[in-house]
């Protein structure tokens, strides 16, 4: 196993301050639980999953409350023992809304077995079983997209893999949940990368880590220390967004996924480090995806804090184990500062895919006054794909979504490098979510018209 700078990098990108040292040596701590629950139906990318429990049912840790839904979608399991006090629609971190189930957690029930019989000689079991695994314990992408993954670990046979990458770039400003993860748990990341080889039949393993995180790549090493030749670490320049998945491809393979096209189209997959873990824990411990790392940070939280907290937990009960938010708090956001949503307030839930929490003060927020585009480029520099984000944005600002379209904006991952270097504080990622929006919309029409 060796560890070596990536091969390749990327066009474009941009080197925010890091700004991770408040909880980069933070231990992960378990958050004691909490009183309530309020675990989301749609905590996934895909059909809100069904819930198949009522008003007043006791349930078990890890028992399943709401079945997936369809072909991409996921299930859902209660993070804790208890008993439902409701379903109702309640907003997600992303800014939607969803049905969510409220439990009302009982502190003293008995652990209990897993719902899932373990599975520790997955080396022995076919590929399928453990693809089945993946899909019951209700596993998606917790780097951020929330794609099931049992789906991403389906491509079609026209589609080989050649290639599994682990993604622990963390390339967002002031998370940590990652960084924590991989230095803390990384014989358990480590497995899980190697079941999903196997579900994948990938002949080789590429782990990317940004090289501001040495620590966390000394740590997956060691673990890796009799990992056969055809398993590698790469140390990505530390440049956002090396976390993307298309920028990742290309630093560590020098593969171009094309416009429009997917990792498989190259023979690659992509995985986050939380989601091996994930796997690792439903694989061989027989768990369901109900808990996961969080980075609580920002100069308005009083004690920064790496959390292990169950999925449901609402981000009023983080902040308050974190020391509680100070009076100038002015700013909230659901993730990382660049890719993240801004919350109206704290009544939301954390989800499956929660790797952050930001808490910002006064001085921080700049009222926000945008300009006209003065045509200076640095967007297009910027943009690690490619595009023309001034004119994109100018065709979504004119209604103009044929030709936003035309030029690509459905390849726009939203990742805001354009934005933050624009001097004239265009809403760059705004205008392309809105046009996106709309294309997303038409192609659903013309699919439905289609059927009928
Ligand atoms: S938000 Fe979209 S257009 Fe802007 S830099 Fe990122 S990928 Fe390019
Ligand atoms: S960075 Fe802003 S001002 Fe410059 S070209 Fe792009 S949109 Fe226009």
Request: glycine share 8%.
């Amino acid at each position: 196993m060796k560890v070596s700078p990536a091969p390749f990098l990327f066009r474009g990108g941009i080197h925010p301050p890091d700004s991770k040292t408040a909880t980069a040596a933070l231990p992960l701590k378990d958050l004691p639980l909490p009183a309530r629950l309020e675990v989301s139906t749609s905590q996934h990318l895909g059909a809100p999953a069904a819930p198949c429990v009522a008003v007043g049912d006791r349930v078990t840790a890890g028992q399943l409350i709401a079945k997936a839904s369809g072909f991409i979608s996921a299930n859902v399991h209660a993070p804790a023992a208890g008993t439902i006090a409701a379903i109702r629609e309640a907003p997600t971190p992303t800014g939607r809304t969803a049905t969510a189930i409220i439990i009302e957690t009982d502190a003293d029930a008995p652990a209990g077995e897993p719902p899932y019989k373990p599975i520790p000689d997955w080396r022995e079991q076919a590929p399928r079983s453990l693809l089945d695994r993946v899909a019951e314990a209700g596993i998606v992408g917790m780097g951020g997209a929330g794609f099931p993954t049992h789906v991403k670990l389906s491509p079609p046979g026209d589609k080989p893999i050649d290639t599994l990458i682990l993604n622990g770039a963390e390339c967002e400003p002031f998370l940590n949940s990652d960084n924590r993860l991989l230095i803390e748990r990384a014989e358990q990341v480590w497995e899980g990368c190697q079941i999903i080889r196997r579900i994948l039949g990938a002949g080789t393993i590429r782990v990317a880590i940004e090289d501001n995180k040495r620590e966390a790549a000394k740590a997956l090493a060691a673990a890796m220390e009799s990992a056969p030749d055809d398993a590698h670490i790469h140390l990505l320049k530390t440049l956002y967004p090396q976390g993307s998945e298309k920028q990742q491809i290309y630093s560590v393979t020098g593969r171009t996924v094309p416009m429009g096209g997917l990792p498989m189209d190259v023979g690659c997959v992509v995985e986050n480090v939380a989601t091996a873990y994930a796997v690792w824990d439903a694989v061989v411990n027989g768990r369901p995806l109900t808990a996961r790392a969080i980075t609580v940070t920002g100069d308005a939280v009083n004690t920064p804090t790496n959390w292990f907290a169950p999925v449901g937990t609402s981000f009023a009960d983080l902040v308050a184990a974190s020391g509680g938010a100070r009076d100038n708090l002015a700013k909230l956001i659901a993730g990382g500062p660049m890719m993240g949503f801004a919350l109206p307030s704290l009544e939301v839930a954390m989800s499956k895919t929660s790797s952050g929490l930001l808490l910002f003060p006064r001085e921080c927020v700049r009222p926000y006054r945008s300009m006209a585009c003065i045509n200076c480029g640095r967007c297009v520099e910027a943009c690690p794909l490619g595009l023309m984000p001034n004119e994109l944005s100018q065709a979504a600002e004119a209604d103009d979504i044929d030709e936003a379209e035309n030029r690509h904006v459905m390849d726009c991952f939203e990742c805001g490098a354009c934005a933050y270097v624009c001097p004239a504080r265009r809403p760059l990622v705004q205008h392309m979510r809105r046009a996106k929006a709309v294309i997303t919309q038409r192609r659903r029409a013309a699919a439905q018209q289609k059927k009928t």
